[in-house]
């Protein structure tokens, strides 16, 4: 049966029965059935950006988490000093698969951890001194370390620590640059504040402190592709291929001298519009640097993006871009073909964080899939207006949603393949519902560009049509 809004609403209304009353009326505001131009009289735009109800659980990160584990994490030749207990640190140590070139502890420290390790007696005398010896110590145990990044965690903000004072002070004396970045756990709603937090201390520290050798007429900056899976170097070929050249890479595989030369481009093309677009938007109204958006996800937006990238650009650049689109096409049309067969008809949940609650509906589309349920777990209302024209008429959209809906979705809907985070990953099992870890690409990758598409669509066959799932009982 085809589904429409109020077979849509009213489904959504008995999930939320079981709530107490106060509960579901602010849960009813994050779980809506799609209007695909957002205007619908019936109120149904989703509310984002929230605090998360206390009691209803909910798989947010904090703003640290935004600010370390996705902004600056994957810049590989800092040092990223989790300030604060051992705990948040070690959580966020390398669990995003950001790739980066280097050696490990020589020239490349995104897969490090590195914490000031605070205790009760940091609590009550300070940590500043404890700060200032472990700046001391990151210099003379990584010579080779461009700068070094403060990443505070809740007690510091709560303590009132000067990390300001302590940075300037290192900065002067070990001759790198010690940036200070108030991401205290505590700050905000989600990780999504984290984010805003980290483009800001980038903004005030390093933009624009350094000048590239030379410039050309085609430099850009690849913002907000963090390398997962290899992501970030599928998509630079895509770009260099088409005549351009990629000035500083944002932040996957990213050195702090890319972030410092990144005024000096003449276009910004940004993947991750919910943790980059402050940067973006700075750089705009600071050094005159057009942004443009793309989507890398399956052969249909790939193109699409590619063609409005160009745009920008002279006709050589243009020329390009349709002589690389023809070149790959075939071999595009190829698993198309192949994979279509074993999947096609086959729908789709999501819930993820970033911009993949979209992004990935056009992948997922050229495989003959459809996404029924789709939803950001720190998403903001601008990420909604540009998901509802994506999705059809009566689908499901959803914000922060809890586990228990998530699960009561799942069962009504049975959809054939779920794609949400690690937190989800083990449940799903349990339930014998295929799922894909989109977060991390399920430790598989790249999943951008003509490179990925063939191995997101394997995965995705993979999952789906795994003989495993018939030795599960599914939940009913």
Same mark, same amino acid.
């Given at each position: 049966?085809?589904?429409?809004?109020?077979?849509?609403?009213?489904?959504?209304?008995?999930?939320?029965?079981?709530?107490?009353?106060?509960?579901?009326?602010?849960?009813?505001?994050?779980?809506?059935?799609?209007?695909?131009?957002?205007?619908?009289?019936?109120?149904?735009?989703?509310?984002?950006?929230?605090?998360?109800?206390?009691?209803?659980?909910?798989?947010?990160?904090?703003?640290?988490?935004?600010?370390?584990?996705?902004?600056?994490?994957?810049?590989?030749?800092?040092?990223?000093?989790?300030?604060?207990?051992?705990?948040?640190?070690?959580?966020?140590?390398?669990?995003?698969?950001?790739?980066?070139?280097?050696?490990?502890?020589?020239?490349?420290?995104?897969? +490090?951890?590195?914490?000031?390790?605070?205790?009760?007696?940091?609590?009550?005398?300070?940590?500043?001194?404890?700060?200032?010896?472990?700046?001391?110590?990151?210099?003379?145990?990584?010579?080779?370390?461009?700068?070094?990044?403060? *990443?505070?965690?809740?007690?510091?903000?709560?303590?009132?620590?000067?990390?300001?004072?302590?940075?300037?002070?290192?900065?002067?004396?070990?001759?790198?640059?010690?940036?200070?970045?108030?991401?205290?756990?505590?700050?905000?709603?989600?990780?999504?504040?984290?984010? /805003?937090?980290?483009?800001?201390?980038?903004?005030?520290?390093?933009?624009?402190?350094?000048?590239?050798?030379?410039?050309?007429?085609?430099?850009?900056?690849?913002?907000?592709?963090?390398?997962?899976?290899?992501?970030? @170097?599928?998509?630079?070929?895509?770009?260099?291929?088409?005549?351009?050249?990629?000035?500083?890479? @944002?932040?996957?595989?990213?050195?702090?001298?890319?972030?410092?030369?990144?005024?000096?481009?003449?276009?910004?093309?940004?993947?991750?519009?919910?943790?980059?677009?402050?940067?973006?938007?700075?750089?705009?109204?600071?050094?005159?640097?057009? @942004?443009?958006?793309?989507?890398?996800?399956?052969?249909?937006?790939?193109? *699409?993006?590619?063609?409005?990238?160009?745009?920008?650009?002279?006709?050589?650049?243009?020329?390009?871009?349709?002589?690389?689109?023809?070149? /790959?096409?075939?071999?595009?049309?190829?698993?198309?073909?192949?994979?279509?067969?074993?999947?096609?008809?086959?729908?789709? +949940?999501?819930?993820?964080?970033?911009?993949?609650?979209?992004?990935?509906?056009?992948?997922?589309?050229?495989?003959? +899939?459809?996404?029924?349920?789709?939803?950001?777990?720190?998403?903001?209302?601008?990420?909604?207006?540009?998901?509802?024209?994506?999705?059809?008429?009566?689908?499901?959209?959803?914000?922060?949603?809890?586990?228990?809906? &998530?699960?009561?979705?799942?069962?009504?809907?049975?959809?054939?393949?779920?794609?949400?985070?690690?937190?989800?990953?083990?449940?799903?099992?349990?339930?014998?519902?295929?799922?894909?870890? +989109?977060?991390? @690409?399920?430790?598989?990758?790249?999943?951008?560009?003509?490179?990925?598409?063939?191995?997101?669509?394997?995965? &995705?066959?993979?999952?789906?049509?795994?003989?495993?799932?018939?030795?599960?009982?599914?939940?009913?």
């Amino acid at each position: 049966m085809k589904p429409t809004i109020e077979r849509t609403k009213k489904m959504i209304d008995e999930i939320l029965e079981v709530y107490p009353e106060k509960t579901r009326k602010e849960r009813e505001r994050h779980l809506k059935p799609n209007d695909p131009t957002g205007e619908c009289a019936s109120g149904c735009q989703i509310k984002s950006n929230v605090k998360s109800r206390p009691g209803v659980m909910t798989t947010r990160g904090c703003a640290y988490a935004g600010s370390k584990g996705v902004v600056w994490g994957p810049v590989k030749d800092v040092v990223h000093v989790s300030h604060g207990p051992v705990g948040c640190g070690q959580y966020s140590w390398w669990s995003r698969r950001n790739y980066c070139n280097g050696t490990a502890g020589i020239d490349s420290f995104a897969t +490090m951890q590195i914490t000031s390790d605070f205790l009760e007696r940091d609590i009550v005398f300070g940590g500043d001194k404890k700060l200032q010896q472990l700046c001391l110590e990151v210099k003379e145990m990584f010579p080779l370390a461009k700068g070094i990044s403060v *990443q505070s965690e809740c007690p510091i903000g709560l303590i009132g620590d000067d990390i300001e004072a302590v940075t300037k002070k290192m900065t002067k004396q070990l001759g790198i640059p010690v940036i200070p970045v108030r991401c205290e756990g505590f700050r905000g709603v989600s990780q999504s504040l984290g984010h /805003h937090i980290a483009n800001d201390a980038i903004r005030d520290h390093v933009l624009g402190k350094n000048k590239p050798e030379r410039t050309t007429d085609y430099d850009v900056n690849l913002i907000g592709d963090y390398n997962i899976g290899g992501d970030g @170097w599928a998509s630079r070929k895509i770009l260099e291929g088409m005549g351009l050249r990629v000035l500083a890479q @944002w932040s996957g595989d990213a050195t702090i001298n890319e972030l410092a030369i990144a005024p000096s481009a003449r276009l910004n093309v940004i993947h991750c519009y919910r943790s980059m677009n402050y940067i973006c938007r700075h750089m705009e109204d600071s050094y005159s640097i057009p @942004w443009v958006e793309y989507n890398f996800f399956g052969p249909t937006k790939t193109y *699409q993006s590619i063609r409005k990238i160009a745009s920008y650009f002279d006709d050589s650049v243009k020329e390009k871009a349709e002589q690389m689109i023809a070149t /790959h096409k075939p071999m595009m049309d190829k698993v198309i073909e192949h994979y279509r067969a074993r999947l096609e008809g086959k729908t789709v +949940m999501l819930y993820v964080g970033g911009l993949r609650p979209r992004h990935v509906i056009g992948a997922y589309e050229d495989l003959g +899939m459809e996404v029924i349920a789709t939803g950001y777990e720190f998403g903001h209302s601008d990420d909604y207006k540009r998901t509802y024209p994506e999705m059809k008429e009566a689908s499901v959209i959803y914000d922060d949603v809890t586990p228990y809906e &998530m699960e009561e979705l799942t069962r009504r809907l049975r959809p054939d393949l779920v794609g949400a985070g690690v937190k989800e990953k083990y449940a799903y099992h349990k339930l014998g519902v295929p799922f894909r870890q +989109m977060h991390s @690409w399920d430790y598989s990758g790249p999943y951008h560009g003509f490179d990925g598409f063939a191995v997101f669509a394997r995965d &995705m066959d993979m999952t789906v049509n795994s003989p495993t799932w018939n030795l599960i009982r599914r939940k009913k």
